[in-house]
């Protein structure tokens, strides 16, 4: 089997000094943290630049130097990445802000930016030899598993809270998962998880817990990078649920520095809730390094409906780092944003979006985003995976 490129070495913990070896099967540190990947950086610059990418094309594994998988036969791919950066036309210049764009994610396989995780994820759990995959999840990180477990030929065990929207579970069961729907948030599923994997034998994909995901994820911070001519943007503004696209990204834009393609400031980073379930925000305007459990998580971006995450202190360093912000938004303004960003800009959102869409205004309003700031709002996934939820709330709050 022909190798990949990769330069990547070895796991590393951002919480202790504990490496780990790339062959290990492996969740979380001992230490009980999150693992990231470490690169030999020298070796990639070598390899691959501005230059040579401009000369690639397809999706994120078009970056496959910076991304972990060794051998080309096990990247399991449904050609995710590469998504459209849409500069506003109406939005943004009806607000005086004239370089605001969508990076539109719903375009991806399965209607998320979770493909990228899991594409990278499944593809390393193929390559060692792992075959039983399992995950909790809010909806669009479920779908993906299933639809990349099904490329690989593995098995995947999907966990959601029962109020999850129903397309997620529909095509879970179309792509041969194993399904289970439990009552309360994304943390019971959780915690369901856990138990399976301990005494049936599954493998955790679950955000985090699983290394390769946020590698995945972090391929949207390389992207917009060469999109923008390797310029970053001065603002990115993510919803927040567990945190790996954030995180992943905070993280592209530091390999960038080292690899010589980016130079100057980095982008604030605002981490966008709803006002139904804020724990980064809380622990954010609490001064606090990790987030408390929130407790009765409601909101209808099922993907923000997350009341715990274990990377909550790599979320919070990164928007501090940055010198960004944890804002949240009503279930009002993130949905009167969705149908905003339909109607005006043609980009039918998952609720998470209109939420993005809202702390735009807001920052705009409160100074934080200059006129001429360059911001990039991400339009995590589509809104056809809601199609129950945006109907509903076209009939007024609660209904
Ligand atoms: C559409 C959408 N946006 C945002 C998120 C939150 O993503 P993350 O877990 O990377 O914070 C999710 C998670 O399920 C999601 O489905
Ligand atoms: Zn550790």
Same mark, same amino acid.
């Given at each position: 089997?022909?190798?990949?490129?990769?330069?990547?070495?070895?796991?590393?913990?951002?919480?202790?000094?504990?490496?780990?070896?790339?062959?290990?099967?492996?969740?979380?540190?001992?230490?009980?943290?999150?693992?990231?990947?470490?690169?030999?950086?020298?070796?990639?610059?070598?390899?691959?630049?501005?230059?040579?990418?401009?000369?690639?094309? #397809?999706?994120?594994?078009?970056?496959?130097?910076?991304?972990?998988?060794?051998?080309?036969?096990?990247?399991?791919?449904?050609?995710? #990445?590469?998504? *459209?950066?849409?500069?506003?036309?109406?939005?943004?210049?009806?607000?005086?802000?004239?370089?605001?764009?969508?990076?539109?994610?719903?375009v991806n396989p399965t209607g998320s930016f979770k493909a990228r995780g899991m594409s990278a994820a499944v593809s390393r759990a193929k390559?060692?030899?792992?075959?039983?995959?399992?995950?909790?999840?809010?909806?669009?990180?479920?779908?993906?598993?299933?639809?990349?477990?099904?490329?690989?030929?593995?098995?995947?065990?999907?966990?959601?809270?029962?109020?999850?929207?129903?397309?997620?579970?529909?095509?879970?069961?179309?792509?041969?998962?194993?399904?289970?729907?439990?009552?309360?948030?994304?943390?019971?599923?959780?915690?369901?998880?856990?138990?399976?994997?301990?005494?049936?034998?599954?493998?955790?994909?679950?955000?985090l817990k699983e290394p390769y995901r946020i590698e995945g994820k972090k391929t949207m911070g390389y992207e917009i990078a060469e999109q923008?001519?390797?310029?970053?943007?001065?603002?990115?503004?993510?919803?927040?649920?567990?945190?790996?696209?954030?995180?992943?990204m905070w993280k592209a834009f530091a390999e960038m520095e080292k690899l010589g393609w980016v130079t100057g400031k980095k982008p604030k980073?605002?981490?966008?809730?709803?006002?139904?379930?804020?724990?980064?925000?809380?622990? !954010?305007?609490?001064?606090?390094?990790?987030?408390?459990?929130?407790?009765?998580?409601?909101?209808?971006?099922?993907?923000?409906?997350?009341?715990?995450?274990?990377?909550?202190?790599?979320?919070?360093?990164?928007?501090?780092?940055?010198?960004?912000?944890?804002?949240?938004?009503?279930?009002?303004?993130?949905?009167?944003?969705?149908?905003?960003?339909?109607?005006?800009?043609?980009?039918?959102?998952?609720?998470?979006?209109?939420?993005?869409?809202?702390?735009?205004?807001?920052?705009?309003?409160?100074? !934080?985003?200059? *006129?001429?700031?360059?911001?990039?709002?991400?339009?995590?996934?589509?809104?056809?995976?809601?199609?129950?939820?945006?109907?509903?709330?076209?009939?007024?709050?609660?209904?």
């Amino acid at each position: 089997m022909s190798t990949t490129g990769s330069t990547a070495t070895e796991l590393y913990c951002p919480k202790c000094p504990e490496r780990y070896g790339l062959d290990r099967i492996i969740n979380l540190c001992t230490c009980g943290s999150p693992l990231l990947v470490d690169y030999n950086y020298d070796k990639a610059a070598g390899l691959i630049g501005p230059e040579v990418l401009s000369r690639r094309t #397809g999706s994120m594994w078009k970056y496959v130097e910076l991304l972990p998988v060794q051998h080309e036969g096990n990247i399991v791919t449904l050609s995710e #990445g590469d998504t *459209p950066l849409l500069r506003s036309k109406t939005i943004g210049p009806s607000l005086n802000l004239l370089n605001l764009y969508f990076k539109d994610e719903s375009v991806n396989p399965t209607g998320s930016f979770k493909a990228r995780g899991m594409s990278a994820a499944v593809s390393r759990a193929k390559e060692l030899g792992i075959e039983k995959l399992i995950a909790p999840t809010a909806g669009n990180a479920g779908s993906a598993l299933a639809a990349y477990a099904a490329r690989a030929g593995l098995k995947s065990h999907i966990i959601m809270p029962r109020e999850t929207p129903k397309p997620f579970m529909v095509d879970c069961v179309y792509h041969g998962a194993t399904m289970e729907l439990v009552e309360g948030s994304i943390k019971h599923c959780g915690e369901l998880a856990a138990k399976k994997v301990n005494s049936e034998g599954w493998f955790s994909m679950a955000t985090l817990k699983e290394p390769y995901r946020i590698e995945g994820k972090k391929t949207m911070g390389y992207e917009i990078a060469e999109q923008l001519d390797w310029k970053l943007p001065d603002v990115i503004i993510y919803p927040t649920g567990g945190g790996t696209g954030l995180i992943g990204m905070w993280k592209a834009f530091a390999e960038m520095e080292k690899l010589g393609w980016v130079t100057g400031k980095k982008p604030k980073m605002v981490s966008v809730q709803s006002e139904g379930c804020a724990p980064i925000v809380r622990a !954010f305007e609490q001064g606090k390094t990790e987030a408390d459990l929130w407790e009765n998580p409601q909101t209808i971006a099922a993907g923000l409906r997350v009341p715990g995450a274990i990377g909550d202190f790599l979320i919070l360093q990164a928007v501090r780092e940055s010198g960004g912000l944890a804002v949240t938004v009503t279930e009002k303004e993130l949905v009167d944003d969705t149908r905003e960003l339909a109607a005006r800009e043609g980009i039918f959102s998952a609720p998470e979006g209109g939420a993005v869409v809202a702390t735009v205004k807001k920052l705009l309003a409160s100074g !934080f985003i200059e *006129p001429n700031d360059t911001v990039i709002a991400f339009i995590t996934g589509s809104g056809y995976k809601y199609l129950d939820t945006l109907e509903a709330a076209l009939r007024g709050p609660g209904s």
